[in-house]
């Protein structure tokens, strides 16, 4: 059962932050966080692992809690170069090793 | 340059006729894997492997056949495409033992009329 990401979409000026969650019925081992523009390949982000853990990547940062089941990705003081669908994939404690599920992803548009 | 290739980029062909679509990695990676994308469903896994010779099922391999003989090489295989595997098309890869950080490929948009 693929995570659950939300919202399906934002809309944020320059400069103001966004929260995207992705959350999961099943325990996980890891999350991995893309994004992709339009027309292009997804990008990595950052990964995160079972145990919790907060990651930080220019203002791009995420956290993972083991409790929920749930990660969050924090953008702050966005550009427009933020703009593109951001998808979460995962990886289940009880698959093999290397089976990845993804998120629907979620839509962010940063205007002037 | 770090890269996966695929090719064909785009492939426009007909049901029931036989197509690979290639991918390569030059990054010595051991993970390899095969996503489709449709509008509003995200990135499905079809195939991946742990390394040489090492395969196994994602959530969607149905129709869909690979193999690795060789590390830096995925190919995808549909033996008898049909107009449901109508698609955008990612080869990725990783160096960590697991589904990690995950480099793609440029995509290959695939037409099956």
């Known amino acids: 059962q693929q995570p659950v990401q939300s919202p399906q979409a934002v809309i944020l000026r320059e400069g103001e932050d966004a929260v995207i969650n992705c959350s999961s019925s099943?325990?996980?081992?890891?999350v991995h966080w893309y994004r992709q523009k339009h027309g292009e390949a997804p990008v990595f982000l950052m990964i995160?692992?079972?145990?919790?853990e907060q990651k930080g990547h220019e203002k791009i940062s995420a956290s993972f809690n083991e409790k929920k089941q749930q990660s969050s990705l924090y953008l702050t003081a966005s550009q427009l170069s933020y703009s593109g669908t951001y998808f979460c994939?995962?990886?289940?404690?009880?698959?093999?090793?290397?089976?990845?599920?993804f998120g629907d992803g979620t839509t962010l548009t940063v205007k002037p | 340059e770090a890269q996966v290739t695929q090719n064909p980029r785009y492939l426009i062909t007909v049901t029931g006729k036989k197509l690979t679509v290639t991918c390569s990695q030059n990054?010595?990676?051991?993970?390899m894997s095969w996503y489709r994308q449709d509008p509003g469903l995200g990135l499905r896994q079809i195939y991946y492997?742990?390394?040489?010779?090492?395969?196994d099922k994602g959530d969607v391999p149905e129709g869909y056949k690979v193999s690795r003989k060789e590390k830096r090489n995925f190919p995808l295989i549909l033996e008898s495409p049909s107009p449901n595997q109508t698609s955008l098309y990612f080869c990725?890869?990783?160096?960590?033992?697991?589904?990690?950080?995950?480099?793609f490929g440029p995509g290959t948009r695939l037409t099956v009329t």
């Open positions: 990054m010595n990676h051991e993970y």
């Open positions: 995160l692992l079972k145990g919790g």
């Open positions: 099943k325990a996980l081992y890891s």
């Open positions: 492997s742990m390394n040489v010779e090492v395969t």
């Open positions: 994939g995962t990886e289940f404690l009880e698959t093999n090793a290397g089976k990845s599920t």
């Open positions: 990725a890869s990783s160096s960590g033992g697991r589904a990690g950080e995950q480099y």
